[in-house]
């Protein structure tokens, strides 16, 4: 089955500890996105890539990083320095040429310790 | 900057009472404005794309229609596993390919 697939469902933050997300996805997409989502909240970019070895910071990079090296991954790291970290996070990708709608991952829900 | 709002922020109906859901937007140059579905605890399901106004798309029982200015999204004859958040979001021309989405509508449809 084609798809993306986010891992943990849930993780657990100790303060001052940097966790990692997983996303990985097998549509042969170039593109690929984190979101964050908060109650009452639209959803915020964090990070996107376009291609392979090359990504840009969303509207609220701050106390993130992202790596892209391979086409089919693009894990984001949740630093220290995030002050608020409890959210929801989702992984998107899409082509970037034709059809462009950006299909989601099931989400991995980040909680503080 | 690219705003979206839609309305009403949480909406109960009756089964088979048919409704509809609104979003608008402000965007510098339209590229396209999407409707999702969501699910309590999963991620967002792709519902439709809708890039010029006057476009139309039907899916089941819902309809998605587009103006200059805010979309629609009509459910029609509503079954309880409609029930779910719908989200509207809007890329522009800008040469990122961010989405701006809105809070969502809540729909809650009683059997």
């Known amino acids: 089955d084609g798809g993306i697939t986010q891992s943990p469902k849930y993780l657990f933050r100790k303060e001052g500890q940097n966790v990692t997300l997983s996303c990985e996805q097998n549509?042969?997409?170039?593109?690929m996105y984190w979101y964050r989502q908060d109650p009452g909240q639209g959803l915020r970019l964090i990070y996107s890539?376009?291609?392979?070895?090359?990504?840009q910071k969303g509207d609220i990079a701050e106390g993130y990083s992202a790596s892209r090296e391979k086409k089919e991954s693009f894990p984001l790291t949740v630093t220290s320095a995030q002050k608020n970290p409890t959210a929801f996070y989702l992984c998107?990708?899409?082509?970037?040429?034709?059809?462009?709608?950006?299909?989601f991952g099931p989400g991995t829900r980040l909680l503080v310790l | 900057e690219d705003q979206v709002t839609q309305s009403p922020e949480a909406l109960r109906l009756q089964e088979g009472e048919s409704s509809s859901l609104n979003c608008s937007y402000t965007v510098s140059g339209l590229r396209g404005l999407f409707w999702y579905r969501q699910d309590p605890g999963k991620g967002p399901e792709f519902l439709f794309t809708l890039y010029s106004a006057g476009e139309e798309k039907e899916k089941e029982r819902l309809k998605a229609t587009l103006t200059k200015k805010e979309s629609f999204l009509h459910i029609t004859a509503p079954k309880p596993e409609d029930s779910a958040t719908y989200l509207c979001?809007?890329?522009?021309?800008?040469?990122?390919?961010?989405?701006?989405f809105g809070t969502g509508t809540r729909l809650t449809i009683i059997p």
């Open positions: 998107a990708s899409s082509l970037i040429t034709g059809e462009e709608t950006q299909y």
């Open positions: 979001a809007v890329q522009d021309h800008g040469g990122n390919e961010k989405l701006t």
């Open positions: 890539s376009q291609i392979v070895n090359d990504f």
């Open positions: 549509l042969n997409h170039d593109a």
